[in-house]
């Protein structure tokens, strides 16, 4: 019966967010079937409504935006990315130079001890964080709590910078022209086989990323172009928005209020110091100042890819910086701890900020 009665609210909750998606893109809100179903589910969750959604609902939803995305790798794309290599590496250090400064504010704040902070603020997958957190020795719940948190509000706020800077074509918007649906299916399926090798080896991420690969074979090699067919599309941002919103747990934030409370804080200073990056990027580049804000936002892949999409904003540069972002902090969490607290960085950023190890 429990079971029973929690996928009966998890549907009725899906339906309610389908009809807020609906309702904003009626009304022409952009990022409407993302962020919609995002409020409505984190405000149901938030409330006490035990909303689990099946994760097959998130991986088709990272499948077919990693499907839209990869169309756009054509040969000239994927040739101008390799120059922005450097400068992806980059963005990604200085992210998790900046994530040491937040976590160590962080422990002292939150009252937690340094090694749980370090991995809690990383922008690094909420699995792999707390994965490998755990392992060295950090508690699981404040990891989790945060990282929901950031990737919540990031969701949510980032966007809604963006809009601000006006209507969304601040570059020009692709083709009308809508792949045919046997090669969407094809490469919707290929997307999952070769999503699930990549999962095989542990790569972060490997729906999102595998459709992106899959996909760019065959458009950097001309023999597929346009752009997804939208209602495709929007159903996918829904099941992304949906999944985000649905981590919002009251259950997990109730238990650790001061955890809650403090990361809030110190993920919007994180947030406020990679916008000030992404300007000086941009002043640098040549890059748009919105798609610099995406590149280097500490959010989460599937999310900064659908807001980039939505925008048409240099969707393939702002990949590029998320993904060697996410192979660089994931793959390596543990040996930035290992080489910070040899050196004594840790200790150093300690002393500056004036805290006290708990732990």
């Not at 947030?271 to 300007?279: D, I, K, R």
Request: contains cysteine; charged residues 10%; glycine residues 10%.
């Amino acid at each position: 019966m429990k079971a029973w009665k929690r996928l009966s609210t998890t549907t009725l909750a899906f339906g309610l967010a389908a009809l807020a998606g609906f309702s904003g893109a009626a009304y022409h809100i952009p990022l409407a079937w993302m962020l919609g179903p995002l409020l409505v589910a984190a405000c149901l969750s938030a409330a006490g409504f035990d909303l689990r959604p099946n994760e097959n609902v998130r991986k088709f939803g990272q499948l077919t935006i990693g499907t839209a995305v990869g169309l756009t790798m054509t040969a000239s794309v994927l040739a101008e990315l390799g120059g922005w290599l450097p400068l992806m590496v980059l963005s990604a250090l200085v992210s998790v130079m900046m994530s040491c400064v937040a976590g160590v504010i962080l422990a002292r704040q939150a009252r937690l001890d340094q090694k749980t902070a370090f991995f809690a603020s990383l922008p690094g997958g909420l699995a792999e964080m707390g994965n490998i957190g755990v392992q060295m020795g950090a508690q699981a719940e404040p990891i989790a709590i945060v990282h929901t948190l950031r990737v919540t509000i990031v969701a949510l706020t980032i966007p809604s910078i963006l809009l601000a800077f006006g209507t969304p074509d601040f570059a020009v918007a692709p083709g009308t022209r809508i792949v045919d649906p046997y090669w969407t299916v094809g490469l919707i399926v290929g997307g999952a086989a070769f999503a699930y090798f990549l999962g095989r080896i542990r790569l972060n991420n490997p729906y999102m990323i595998g459709a992106i690969l899959f996909t760019a074979i065959f458009a950097s090699r001309g023999l597929v172009a346009g752009k997804m067919y939208h209602p495709l599309f929007a159903v996918a941002q829904l099941m992304i928005g949906f999944a985000v919103g649905c981590r919002f747990r009251r259950d997990i934030l109730a238990k650790l209020p001061r955890v809650a409370f403090f990361s809030v804080i110190s993920i919007f200073g994180l947030g406020t110091v990679m916008v000030g990056f992404a300007l000086l990027l941009s002043l640098t580049t040549g890059l748009t100042y919105p798609a610099a804000i995406l590149a280097t936002s500490p959010g989460g892949l599937s999310e900064m890819t659908v807001t980039a999409e939505i925008l048409h904003l240099a969707v393939p540069t702002v990949v590029g910086f998320q993904v060697v972002r996410g192979i660089l902090v994931n793959s390596l969490a543990s040996h930035y701890y290992a080489l910070l607290t040899r050196y004594g960085v840790l200790d150093f950023l300690q002393r500056v900020f004036g805290s006290s190890d708990p732990g």
